[in-house]
Nanobody, 121 residues
Framework: VQLVESGGGEVQAGESLRLSCAAS????????IAWFRQVPGKEREGVSL????????EYSDSVKGRFTISKDDAENTVYLQMDGLKPEDSGTYYC???????????????WGRGTQVTVSE
């Protein structure tokens, strides 16, 4: 199982970024994929998830209305479109996969290595 994140970078507040999570080594359509973020010294925060089979999505309150999660079944890739970025959105963003998870707060089995997002004032 491999999850590879990309698309992070440094932007100013109000700008946008699109993160990608390329998945391989498992039956993509049988899994849910989620995005988490973490800042040093703070707990990891669940941002959004999508169920590949039925497209069910979930967002944390902190990003609802600004972030959009989507999938490309042909490319085995999940995207996180982040608009209206704020400095508090800064952190390392990880994608995770699990065949059973339907909530951000439950266990997630497989993890990528992360991509850094920095939002300045």
């Amino acid at each position: 199982v491999q999850l590879v994140e990309s698309g992070g970078g440094e932007v100013q507040a109000g700008e946008s970024l699109r993160l990608s999570c390329a998945a391989s080594g498992f039956r993509f359509e049988r899994y849910a994929i989620a995005w988490f973020r973490q800042v040093p010294g703070k707990e990891r925060e669940g941002v959004s998830l999508i169920s590949i089979s039925d497209g069910y999505t979930e967002y944390s309150d902190s990003v609802k209305g600004r972030f959009t999660i989507s999938k490309d079944d042909a490319e085995n890739t999940v995207y996180l479109q982040m608009d209206g970025l704020k400095p508090e959105d800064s952190g390392t963003y990880y994608c995770a996969a699990d065949p059973w998870a339907r909530r951000l707060t439950t266990h997630w089995d497989q993890w990528g290595r992360g991509t850094q997002v920095t939002v300045s004032e």
